[in-house]
């Protein structure tokens, strides 16, 4: 068992001065191995299940609404956009503001924050070297660096610089930074909960005079949080003025973000009661175990662009990946995602080829509108323009079967729009036939095989960190890639010999001299 660890002293007496309470007999916090997560938790005795490990008092919670921060700006100035107001209602970076003013005022959360990190694996923070190694998977179009240095530059920035009051002008260039927003924006992305509003009233923060005035004796009283949380990054926290009420709030919840994640692995989970959030074991775990709390067992593409790690387990039979390359671990949860624009690309090459006739120009540019229509009659009929390919799914998602379709059949484009329904997802040998193209064009956007990838991680085991992350991704969704390559060409090949075994038949029988090797329309 790892040993208990002393730096987590200040975490802990912080958390139980201010109302947090542990069994310390049985929940411990140390440091495991880096690729098990680092700084855990784990189990000092067996544990029985729904056994209380922790509980949080619900003021403990640091968001917009138990900061002091938003109600001291003023809410109006806080939540209304530019050039009324600062729109701190949306997105994060309301809590990033909050989490910097607590930060340089040693407010009631300093301890909290001091004891979490400041340096992360997360892709956001690589080299433009480093990140060359993710060339070709989900993750490098979803950082969103340049949109969240805009939230920085477009209103974080001009509310602070507005109110030299709150936010000491000393103060900026070691708590305001850009470096920090990354860092806190970070530290929400990696470990918050999205909890729900309060049931009653804005539930900001309420100052001694309205707490008295509402008889209120603190800020929570007016909050109240819903049975569940979760993980969450979605990106408004508050949403439009009028859903403000009903949406979830993003919190950084004390002790519950201790918890590391691993593939099916959860045994502990976060509930809400009246005053209090509680984590609970949810099945027995024995002395020296790690306390996981799983945050819905992602992908490694998004396990690495939120988390800054991955899965690396041995992968289950039943997912068929054992003879695709030489090392065979990883995520049993991974996808691949297929974007539309790859189908587009290959219908348009494929149209390029085809005969002309009256409906079907060989103009490239002709070709390129015909399709823009499609593809925007697809996305306003309510249709995907990302496609997740899962290693046990049918060969292909009904949906990328019309789509291929819609976009690559002349017939059933003006069938779909007579019906305003887009087309069956009937995978014949010409759909089949595009979709073994779409998926080498898929293919083709990384650098390397699957079989150097395997090959590497393999026969490497101190590969750097990062290096070996966009490594494990990479796998992952080639082998999904692969493995439906492979269906896509055996249903080809049953396909084709499905048709020669009907021509051999037809031909047998006509050969035989009988009538019936005859279409209806050779009968009339
Ligand atoms: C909710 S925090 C858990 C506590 C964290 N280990 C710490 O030191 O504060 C989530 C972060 O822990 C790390 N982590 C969680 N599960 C992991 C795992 N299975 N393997 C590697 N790192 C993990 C990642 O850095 C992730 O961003």
Redesign the pocket.
Known sequence: MPGLDASFYPLISWFQANGGTIDESRFGLTTFP???????AIALKDIPESHTLFSIPRALTLSTRTSRLPSLFGIDQWRKAAPDGFGLGKGWAGLILCMMWEEANHGRWAAYLASL?SQF?TPMFWSDEELAELKGTSVVEKLGKADAEQEYYKKLLPAVESRKDIFFPHHIPVYYTLEKFHIHGSRIL??SFTVDPPASGSGYYQDEEASTVNGSSHAMDVDELSPEATHEDSGDVDADDDDEEDEGIVSMVPMA??????YESENAKLFYEEDELKMVSTKPIKAGEQIFNTYSDLPNAELLRR???V?LLPLPAELGFATLSSDSRGNPGDVAELRADIIVDVAARSALGKQPDSSNPTNPDAIMEDLKGRIDWWLEMGGDDVFLLEPAASPLPDDLVSLIRLLTDDSEWRKAQERDKPPKAKADSDTLTIMMEVLEQRLALYDTTLEDDGATLASSADLPLRKRNALVVRLGEKRILHGLRQKVSNELAALASKAGDELAGGSKRRGEGGDEGRTKKQRR
Not at 257 to 262: K, P, T, V
């Open positions: 880096e690729e098990e997560g680092g700084r855990g990190p694996d990696s470990r973000d201790m918890l590391n994640a691993r988390y800054g790690h899965d």
